[in-house]
């Protein structure tokens, strides 16, 4: 039994599907890229997966003690919160809302586990700070530790390293390489195919050719080499 | 100064002048507390809509000849207020030209309303009052007052058992929903408490100023503060602090100012002192 399983799915909006026969499973542990080109689906499959809208066809189902509200979520950031006036402390202790049946305030317990978060993400020093004011990186940290405090067993990050600089981006590959090692099971949408490929053990790849599998067959089949060959073409033309 | 002090002191020894004052203390106090969500969520609009559908309620109330006026004006509100609200989530058509649509046709039909059918000699000067407020706060029966009073309370009660949840829809509604939190349950809340306030504010204020009592406190509390409960805390504070004063300045002026235009100007200056205090600190540490 997979932690989740989605069976032919069929994605999108009233007015038409955008994917297709989609089918793919995680497993506790697991490290899975999404990955796709722009306008593939990939923010469609991750609303679907966490309930934010309902796939027009086939099932979602969770499993191994996973729960439906039970997947922590790093979106991306949206244009409030640039200007929400909010302290660290705040917005972490916010995941702790899933926990629970309605009682209005926060538990020691709860609390507890903020800190704890919060101690892991090295944000002990940024506690009282707002989070407006801190780097991209720093807020990044302030979501994971968030997405921390509701669940501690599958992640789903969304583009977790756009718009940060090179060094803050490994930084960033390493804290979710240690969560997952830590045995959280992450599911990554990434542009990064060759990160992707460095860090997970399976791949989905969604577009007109569906792959998905180990990382080893993904780079085997034609749909893996294009794609990575495609990717550094575009890095090259960048580059120049 | 005297003078004022004693038309001041003259005032307070009737009874509807101290209602007046504790009233309006507790409508600002209310009004306030929303504000930081209204203005971060982008819906500080549906406020200023919401109002003008208040006004054109209560033509409807004062030509059936309503004595209290709220018992219709406050349903008509907080329905529209869950039907704006709908209208910018599910946008078939945008949200702020729904509301644009619904406001201008309340006040067109208010007015046309009072008009066709005149419960006094000056139409002009009622609805003016409707408008910018008049100093109908001071004759508000005693079945208004208890019932702003305890409509106020309500709202803050409200406000501090849900104001967990508050935070984690207005900060990132798409977490909170997919940790399970029921987002539109607190949505329709926040709707609901906005209707409220707005009604509320009317006697207070009138209703074309409603949105600088909401407004006001939020933004001028994020100029200074970080966290939300500390600019929450000052939202409230600035916002009973500038009221009263607004109040007192109404009453004890001798020329009989009204008192809705009065208080947002206080505001209006305290939000100044504010920006200043904001700008010379970023001086300081630039």
Known sequence: MAQLSCNNLTLGYENGAILEGLTFSVEKGDYLAIVGENGSGKSTLMKTVLGLIKPLDGEISFGEGVGKYEIGYLPQQSPIQRDFPASVWEVVLSGCLSQKRFRPFFSKADKARARDNIEKMGLVPLIKRSYRELSGGQQQRVLLARALCATEKILLLDEPVSGLDPKVTAEMYEIIHDLNQEGITIIMISHDIHEAVRYANKILHIGKVPFFGNVKDYLASERGRLYAAEMQNAEKEVKE | ?286
């Not at chain 2, 101290?18 to 504000?35: E, K, N, P, Q, T």
């Not at chain 2, 509100?77 to 599910?90: D, E, M, Y």
């Not at chain 2, 949105?211 to 406190?217: D, E, Q, V, Y």
């Open chain 2, 1 to 286: 100064m005297t003078e004022f002090f004693r038309t001041f002191g003259e005032y307070m020894t009737f009874a509807p002048a101290r209602y007046a004052l504790i009233v309006g203390v507790l409508i600002a106090l209310c009004s306030s507390l929303l504000g930081v969500t209204l203005v971060l969520k982008r819906f500080s609009f549906i406020g200023d809509g919401l109002s003008h559908v208040a006004f054109g309620a209560m033509a409807v109330a004062a030509v059936v000849g309503l004595t209290n006026q709220m018992l219709i004006v406050l349903p008509v509100t907080v329905v529209s207020a869950i039907l704006l609200l709908r209208t910018g989530q599910h946008a078939r058509m945008k949200g702020d030209a729904s509301v644009a649509l619904i406001s201008v046709f309340s006040l067109a039909f208010g007015y046309l309303l009072m008009n066709l059918f005149p419960t006094s000699a000056n139409v002009s000067k009622d609805v003016c009052g409707t408008l910018f407020g008049s100093t109908s706060i001071l004759t508000l029966s005693p079945l208004t007052v208890w019932l702003s009073a305890g409509l106020s309370l309500l709202t803050v009660v409200v406000f501090v058992i849900f104001y967990n949840r508050i935070f984690a829809v207005t900060f990132d509604e798409n977490f909170a929903k997919a940790t399970g939190v029921k987002t539109e349950l607190y949505n329709l809340i926040i709707a609901v408490i906005i209707a409220v306030v707005i009604v509320l504010a009317m006697n207070l204020v009138g209703s074309l100023l409603i949105s600088a009592l909401i407004i006001f406190p939020a933004l001028a509390s994020m100029r200074l503060f970080k966290s939300f409960l500390s600019v929450t805390i000052c939202s409230a504070v600035f916002s009973v602090l500038t009221a009263f004063l607004g109040l007192l300045l109404a009453i004890g002026l001798p020329q009989g100012v009204p008192v809705g235009p009065t208080i947002v100007v206080v505001q209006a200056v305290a939000f100044g002192v504010f920006f200043l205090i904001d700008m010379i600190k970023q001086r300081v540490r630039a």
